[in-house]
């Protein structure tokens, strides 16, 4: 009896054994699929100015649903950027401007090295404006209209009788290409872009516009500056007289409201390492399917200037904004998570 006993229970036994084993198969295999960046270390690397920050933090999130554990960003300068991606010190970012920079991406090794994945942001503008007041009185259209010592006069903050243009960090694609619009529309005589810390020095810019003094600078969109000095209320951009960009791409599209504001209309792009991407389909799938608008980082940015501007602060607003396009964001998850 004792045999027949021991008989039964080993043949019960053993297909619950099975059974076990199988559902715990295919319980693992179930969160590999859910979670198939387990175990790869990702780094990101972002430029050092925090208003781009936003957009960095929403890829960080989305990386981390897929499973991959996602370091804190690198930061450093644009250039410095591309490099480091190419040499695979850091294996993505969400902060190149296609064609502001081009120059960067092809001198770290372009293709070759890396990959653009997706545009983070589209019909990106960037450009010169002047306050209506003085635009008004003096019939100023267009940055040509500053060859006239009489006009740049006007925009003189230091009393060498040029005009200061609130110009770019040094290292940024855009002080090359407004220092390249100088000489090309030979305003050097008459111009001066003052270089340094941008937000510092637009701090002086919307200062003076507030004494009720003439202001010119250069800005782009998204941020938060064109929600304090509103374009067509409180500035107006500038024409310039051609296109005439650095590298000679001047097929590329520069208007923006029927003006030819000299800068292209850019796309924002994800890229990452060659090698990464190809390995790591999810991530490149994630990241070519990210997509925000101008219109979000924007405000993101005035809630920054309004003072919720630290590193948690700009974590929560990205966390709030996937929370706010969930149904959109769990989507481009899922198309990753099938990735192959």
């Not at 499973?67 to 450093?76: F, I, L, P």
């Not at 293709?111 to 019909?123: A, C, L, Q, R, S």
């Not at 991530?283 to 925000?292: C, D, M, V």
């Amino acid at each position: 009896m004792k045999l027949i006993s021991a008989q039964r229970k080993l043949r019960w036994t053993y297909p619950a054994v099975i059974s076990t084993i199988s559902l715990l198969a295919v319980s693992i295999v179930s969160a590999n699929d859910d979670q198939p960046g387990e175990g790869i270390t990702v780094t990101p690397i972002f430029p050092s100015i925090a208003e781009e920050h936003f957009r960095g933090e929403i890829a960080r999130i989305g990386l981390s649903e897929l499973g991959y554990e996602v370091e804190q960003a690198r930061e450093t300068d644009y250039p410095t950027m591309m490099m480091a991606l190419s040499y695979r010190d850091a294996d993505f970012t969400v902060h190149l401007w296609d064609n502001l920079h081009a120059n960067f991406y092809e001198r770290a090794g372009g293709d070759d090295t890396m990959m653009k994945v997706g545009n983070i942001m589209e019909n990106v503008i960037q450009g010169y404006l002047i306050d209506i007041k003085t635009a008004l009185e003096h019939d100023i259209t267009s940055l040509e209209d500053l060859k006239n010592p009489e006009i740049a006069a006007l925009f003189d903050t230091n009393g060498d009788g040029k005009a200061d243009l609130t110009g770019c960090n040094p290292g940024w694609g855009c002080e090359m290409t407004i220092d390249h619009h100088l000489e090309a529309y030979d305003l050097e005589d008459t111009v001066t872009q003052n270089r340094g810390s941008y937000f510092a020095l637009m701090a002086d810019t919307m200062t003076r516009y507030e004494q009720g003094e003439p202001i010119l600078y250069y800005t782009w969109v998204p941020q938060w500056v064109s929600a304090e000095l509103v374009p067509g209320e409180d500035v107006m951009w500038l024409e310039v007289p051609r296109t005439d960009l650095p590298d000679g791409s001047n097929d590329a599209n520069t208007m923006h409201e029927g003006k030819n504001i000299g800068f292209a209309v850019d796309n924002v792009k994800a890229v990452m390492n060659k090698e990464f991407a190809e390995e790591n389909p999810p991530a490149r799938t994630f990241l070519s399917l990210l997509n925000i608008t101008t219109d979000d980082e924007s405000a993101q940015n005035l809630l920054m200037q309004n003072g919720e501007n630290s590193s948690d602060d700009i974590r929560r607003h990205a966390q709030q904004w996937v929370e706010n396009h969930r149904e959109q964001f769990d989507m481009w998850i899922n198309q990753a998570r099938n990735a192959e």
